[in-house]
């Protein structure tokens, strides 16, 4: 496979810098190297250096407002990652999160092009549909993390007008860069995905690979982020029926002592497609981040997420709860503690309160000290039931790079939330109606293709 990885690395550096005649120079060489059968193709979606580890957006979460830092730790950081942290533009260049987003759906677009020229036949087609099926996929939540970052937040009234992130189609390099539309970008994950569920696998071989579950659990995450509640509602349902596994905190062969580093084990059941957080410009690492205080106080002590997700440190709240086994990698693919949100989050949007507590105390009590009665989530009205749910999806899905777009949708709806940072005893507003929420696209990618900034 590592001759695969060189051939990608270098048709990448020839679509960051424009260097046709480079390309063209070393052209004979590569074609020894070009994939061709089933098995070259499914190699390069297997590169999870590539696709699943460490290459989602972190800006986004690095720019909410689930962590702070403290002074010292401020003051000794580059300038540029200040600018990040007091939400002002900065010269962001390579690498950086669109590089690493655009390079996996290089490799789903370039498993495309190789796949058509691979006949489909009786003795293949299995293995053909999940490769098609596999990259529709990547493509797909790729695009979504990118332009959850870079884009505005979908607003049906203006969709078609909102600039929404780069579609690339295909592997071909000479293609222009063009910004399309939010709506368009939202209706190409759609329509990867709904493609991609005919193809794939009830069950993936590996929870890096992806699967009717994982297609499912991520058209409930799209659908929610664009406030379609029914549509989100039915895809979160159909994922829960393939797993709604949750592990019980007090006790799971895949959780050690939650007062370890690392109480939570990488893959495990509740994981239903398995990804990572990028490491580029990240202020919000265990090391430099402490959690909000205000939102550490709202875990109840017999919440077992306050001694699995926490450590103190000098009296302030330090993350270590994510799925992937290490303290400084954080967990961003799709998991069933989610889709119970998704699917309670719809339910009290629609009205449908019975059905919202029961999906988010089914949760709780798995996160519950049982030697301590159960206190249940309750409410009279939808906004009430609403309220306490979104507060547990926060709670629950901390550092999965969610909350910047949770932020976003919540304030399309009204929420009018105002996030705030003290810096060297200065008060940095963020508004809801600000045009930084659509985060800036780095330097050198708006001087090699022109396109507009943010």
Not at 144 to 157: C, D, F, G, I, R
Request: proline residues 4%; charged residues 20%.
């Amino acid at each position: 496979m590592k001759k695969y990885k060189l051939l990608i690395m270098l048709l990448l550096v020839v679509i960051v810098t424009g260097s046709c005649k480079k390309y063209l120079d070393l052209k004979s060489n590569a074609k020894l190297v070009t994939p061709h059968t089933l098995a070259d193709i499914q190699g390069i979606l297997d590169d999870g250096e590539l696709l699943n580890l460490k290459t989602t957006p972190s800006m986004n979460e690095s720019s909410a407002d689930d962590f702070f830092l403290l002074p010292a730790t401020f003051n000794s950081l580059p300038v540029s990652f200040q600018a990040i942290y007091r939400w002002q533009p900065n010269d962001t260049r390579f690498p950086n999160d669109w590089s690493l987003g655009y390079q996996a759906v290089f490799n789903a677009n370039l498993s495309l092009d190789l796949l058509e020229n691979v006949e489909r036949n009786s003795a293949n087609n299995m293995q053909w549909d999940n490769i098609k099926g596999s990259a529709l996929f990547y493509r797909a939540f790729h695009t979504l993390n990118l332009t959850m970052q870079y884009a505005k937040v979908y607003n049906e009234a203006t969709a078609d007008a909102d600039l929404g992130i780069v579609l690339r189609l295909s592997s071909d390099f000479n293609v222009p860069s063009v910004r399309s539309s939010v709506r368009n970008c939202y209706q190409k994950v759609i329509s990867d995905l709904r493609a991609a569920l005919e193809l794939l696998p009830v069950y993936p071989v590996h929870l890096m690979r992806p699967s009717k579950g994982a297609v499912n659990a991520l058209l409930a995450r799209t659908y929610l982020f664009m406030g379609k509640y029914q549509e989100a509602k039915f895809y979160s349902d159909e994922a829960l029926k393939i797993n709604s596994t949750l592990m019980d905190y007090n006790g799971d062969a895949f959780i050690g002592a939650l007062t370890a580093a690392i109480p939570f084990k990488k893959l495990n059941p509740e994981t239903i497609f398995y990804a990572e957080m990028g490491q580029i410009q990240v202020l919000h690492t265990a090391t430099r981040g402490r959690i909000d205080t205000t939102l550490y106080a709202d875990y109840a002590n017999a919440d077992l997420r306050k001694t699995g997700f926490f450590n103190l440190v000098s009296g302030y709240p330090q993350y270590k709860g994510s799925y992937t086994g290490a303290t400084s990698v954080f967990f961003t693919g799709l998991a069933t503690d989610e889709l119970f949100l998704i699917r309670a989050e719809c339910n009290a949007y629609l009205g449908e309160l019975t059905a919202a507590l029961s999906d988010v105390n089914t949760l709780l009590k798995n996160r519950w000290n049982r030697s301590v009665v159960f206190v249940p989530v309750l409410g009279t009205n939808r906004e009430d039931v609403l309220s306490k749910i979104r507060l547990e999806r926060r709670k629950e899905l901390l550092m999965r790079g969610l909350r910047w777009i949770d932020l976003k949708r919540y304030n399309r709806e009204g929420a009018n939330i105002v996030i705030s940072r003290k810096i060297n005893n200065q008060l940095i507003t963020l508004p809801p109606n600000s045009s930084y929420f659509a985060l800036p696209i780095p330097s050198d990618i708006i001087e090699e293709s022109g396109i507009a900034q943010n």
